[in-house]
């Protein structure tokens, strides 16, 4: 009797180590091109960080935050049109559609860095951290970047700080 229940847990230890080697992390299922981060003048509060993701898994996935040390806090945002004007807004989380590339870019979703603790130099490396649903995450290394400013609303003058500028 003792030893039939010693060999039951045996097996179940074993198949728990198994069902963990074979399921895959979200971060690893999700392929990060291209990221940087934009430059912004000495004394600006805050910075985004852009982005393309693809989801190379059969399923839906989503990025729910990030991390940096760059700033004080980093969330995730989109830009919607309210009454003609181009505005910011925190998002829970991004869809990551399997499959189906998701761009952060000006003007849409992005990583927000609010409350910047360093100068961003354009060429510095600057590391973020992408959280996934299921806890998983992603570190990479986004250069700092000058974007050219082809369209007004595209400066997230959404944000009260960047009025004083
Ligand atoms: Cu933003």
């Known amino acids: 009797m003792m ?3 010693l060999v039951s847990v045996t097996g179940l230890v074993l198949m728990t ?4 080697a074979f399921a895959q992390q979200v971060a690893d299922l999700v392929e990060v091109k291209d990221p940087y981060v934009r430059a912004v003048p000495p004394g600006q ?3 985004a960080s852009f982005m393309a ?4 898994d059969a399923q839906g996935h989503a990025l729910v935050a990030a991390e940096s040390p760059v700033s004080k806090v980093v969330e995730l945002h989109t830009h919607t049109m309210e009454d003609g004007m181009m505005r910011m807004r925190q998002v829970e989380k991004i869809e990551l559609p399997a499959g189906e590339p998701v761009a952060l870019q000006p003007g849409g979703l ?8 360093q100068e961003l130099v354009p060429g510095a490396e600057i590391p973020i951290t992408l959280v996934f649903e299921d806890g998983s995450k992603l570190s990479i290394k986004a250069p700092v970047r ?8 595209m400066d997230h003058s959404g944000h009260k700080d960047h009025m004083k500028h």
């Open 3 to 5: 030893k039939r229940r």
């Open 17 to 20: 180590l198994c069902g963990l």
């Open 45 to 47: 509060p805050n910075s």
């Open 53 to 56: 993701l693809s989801n190379t």
């Open 110 to 117: 992005h990583v927000m860095l609010i409350g910047l603790q």
């Open 146 to 153: 000058k974007l050219q400013m082809h369209m007004k609303h």
